[in-house]
């Protein structure tokens, strides 16, 4: 979640009573906080986090292009399989550069209203789709060595395999200490897996190389498949979940919380959506006591969303009734 806290956003600026719910002005806070697309990963830790993503990425492609070259000479499929594994990662953590990089520097201006963001879940979604027809291809080739077993050259496979492992550990000590972003934590998580992928491919070889039984090299090939789908179902729920925006909080425990505040009498709308993994974005229309202190009250509300990971929220507040008018909950789609 982005340091920016989470009073920017917009209220009423008088009296309920006296002008109703079409004339929100800037919340008086908003001054002392960025607007949403400030919540860029530039500067400080962001560019700690760029540069990690860029040195993993790189470090990734080598050790690539070492094992495929390696699975091809030597004909082991598990290792070719943890070659691709490597190869979708580190095209995830160049994605995720990418974006993080882009995001930072460009969409600024106001032909944007939250940056350009969107290229975070946007690089993941890609990722993940890109990932299925891989799996498809590991599990044809799998299938071909179960059906027809080859012999494979145990130890320079061996040798590849825990050059692989180096790499990915090296990788872990880049992207590891102190605090990660989500970024960095869903690279942190793929390194794990992939050094999970070069252990099954080193235990493979060595059973392969004592008891002869060469169908175990194609069964972890596979093995490894099951590992890719997996991270491919998380990367397309999770950048599904933002594009269709999927609220990221318990709407009706947030709304319990908020009616609870003195002064609210109701919540009539609340909506919550996010950018990106980072950016968290509310709405809220709130009927309130018209004795009530706009200032004070939104502060409260806000401070609600805040504790729910909201970065940016927009407060309006109303007259008990205000909120029945037709254009605040009419959605025609036709």
Known sequence: MSDTPAHTGEQNGGGVGGHGHETSHDHDHA?????????SHAGGHGDTSTRNLALVAAINLLGFVAELAGGLLFGSVALLSDAIHMLFDALA???AFAASYVAARYGTDDRYSFGLHRLEPLSAFVNGA???????????????????PV????GPTLA?????????????????????????????YHLLGDAGGSIAVIVSVLAVT????????????????LVIVW??????????????HRTP???EAVRATIEETDGVERVADLHAWQICSEITIATAHVEVDTSTDDNALTRRVHDVLATNDVDHATIELCPPGETDHAHLTAHDHR
């Open 93 to 95: 953590y160049v994605m």
């Open 130 to 148: 890109l990932l299925l027809p891989m799996v498809g291809f590991i599990l044809y080739e799998a299938y071909q060595r179960f059906v027809d």
């Open 210 to 225: 004592y008891t002869g039984i060469r169908i175990i090299d194609p069964i972890t090939a596979g093995l490894i498949a």
């Open 231 to 244: 991270s491919a179902g998380k990367l397309l729920r999770g950048s599904g979940r933002i594009f269709l």
């Open 151 to 154: 012999a494979i050259a145990t």
């Open 249 to 251: 909080f318990d709407t």
């Open 31 to 39: 001054t002392d906080h960025d607007r949403a697309d400030g919540h």
């Open 160 to 188: 590849i395999a825990v050059g692989g492992l180096i790499v990915n550990l090296l990788s872990v000590y880049v992207i590891e200490g102190g605090e990660m972003s989500l970024n960095e934590r869903g690279a942190f």
